[in-house]
């Protein structure tokens, strides 16, 4: 279970560092604006993230209804959107920046969280240990709309043989990580 206590600090250290300022000293617009025309916004990876482990948390590692769709966020998001923006135009990400709701991500984002940590709270070592099967993947894949049904793809490789443990902090704490940097550099320039 210690990779499992390491696993929440190191999720709750991303989150500290890298957003949980970004709520409080930063403007609608700094949000929905792109700080050049070829990168995405501080709300659309913000939606992303949460869309990422929302996911991958749940409809993969855990094998349970998305938090999205559990709590009707799309309502409260001002999106029909159901995928996390894979395959996404530069011109859909921004449209989809300049209509959702911020305040609605932000909680969104932290119910995501709070969920992940109830279910690594139950998570046994069994069940991290559990390898994912390529027809399980394939469906998260289909879901998320980055596979279609019956076409092949170069992700399910990927992720199939992947122990449940292993994409939990893939989609995850990894996941936090990989945009901190992101969202770090856009701010940086914004200054």
Do not use: C
């Not at 070829?38 to 749940?58: C, F, P, Q, S, Y």
């Not at 994409?167 to 992101?182: K, M, R, T, V």
């Amino acid at each position: 279970m210690l990779s499992l206590e390491v696993f929440k600090q190191r999720h709750l250290f991303a989150r500290e560092i890298f957003y949980d300022d970004l709520w409080t000293n930063h403007t609608e617009e700094q949000f929905r604006s792109p700080v050049h025309p070829k990168m995405n916004t501080l709300i659309w990876i913000l939606w992303h993230m949460a869309r990422v482990e929302d996911g991958g948390v749940n409809l993969l590692v855990f094998k349970q209804p998305q938090v999205l769709h559990a709590q009707d966020w799309n309502t409260k998001l001002g999106t029909s959107i159901e995928h996390f923006g894979w395959g996404m135009s530069l011109e859909e990400a921004h449209a989809l920046s300049q209509t959702v709701d911020i305040v609605a991500v932000r909680d969104y984002l932290e119910a995501v969280f709070a969920q992940t940590f109830d279910l690594v709270n139950s998570f046994s070592e069994d069940v991290q240990a559990q390898v994912l099967s390529e027809t399980e993947v394939r469906q998260a894949l289909e879901i998320e709309g980055m596979a279609k049904p019956g076409a092949s793809d170069y992700l399910t490789p990927i992720y199939t043989g992947w122990t449940r443990l292993e994409a939990l902090w893939h989609f995850s704490a990894g996941h936090l990580y990989w945009h901190g940097g992101e969202v770090r550099t856009i701010l940086g320039l914004m200054n």
